[in-house]
């Protein structure tokens, strides 16, 4: 009860909460993906699984890649969960890396953002027979052009840019990554609010890619 209690009247304490905020007040849930990707990173996965389906995430990658496999799992999980992503690369973003960068709906890098683009690469540290070892090879190359693919259409870049981009394999700067068109570049430097740069790009203000 609060002092309305000595005016004769009863009145609840604390007041009624509001039930939600306005939805342009929520902020989106965050993840870093960070490190190798590969079966061992088995945190990220849930992580987007925890986000609300179709909801708001801001993904900050700092990773120079690892299993291609994990990339596409990554990628594909926000794409079928149709999460509004805003990817920022805080750091490199590389190799494998570049399949969930390139789902995200919104990317922003910095000047000094690095990725590397370069074919997918094969490496065991098991023994295989002959056998074995041609059908992983047979396989990759399978693989390396349907990556490719994908890559082209979630960008879009044309397969003359990636091809340029990928063989033998060149490191790509941020700057240039704007420039063609794939990424909106920002200085969290020089940006007193950068956090707000992040928030009016979110994904949700983009058209949805098919």
Not at 32 to 56: A, H, M, Q, Y
Not at 144 to 166: N, Q
């Amino acid at each position: 009860m609060d002092k309305d209690r000595k005016n004769g009247r009863l009145t609840a304490y604390p007041g009624p909460q509001p039930v939600g905020r306005p939805p342009e007040s929520r902020q989106p849930t965050e993840i870093v993906f960070s490190g190798e990707l590969s079966d061992r990173n088995t945190d990220l996965l849930p992580r987007l699984l925890d986000v609300p389906l179709k909801g708001e995430v801001v993904i900050y990658f700092d990773t120079g890649g690892g299993s291609v496999y994990s990339g596409l799992a990554l990628a594909t999980m926000i794409r079928v969960r149709e999460l509004k992503a805003t990817a920022v690369v805080v750091g490199e973003c590389s190799s494998a890396g570049l399949l969930p960068f390139a789902a995200c709906r919104r990317r922003l890098v910095t000047s000094l953002s690095t990725l590397l683009f370069h074919p997918i690469r094969w490496s065991s540290e098991e023994n295989v027979h002959l056998e074995e070892a041609a059908e992983w090879a047979r396989h990759f190359r399978q693989l390396e052009g349907d990556v490719d693919h994908l890559l082209t259409h979630l960008f879009p870049i044309s397969a003359e840019k990636l091809h340029e981009w990928t063989r033998p394999g060149r490191f790509v700067s941020g700057t240039e990554l704007a420039a063609a068109g794939l990424a909106e570049l920002f200085d969290p430097f020089r940006n007193e609010k950068p956090w707000q740069t992040v928030r009016q790009a979110r994904a949700e203000t983009a058209p949805p890619q098919t």
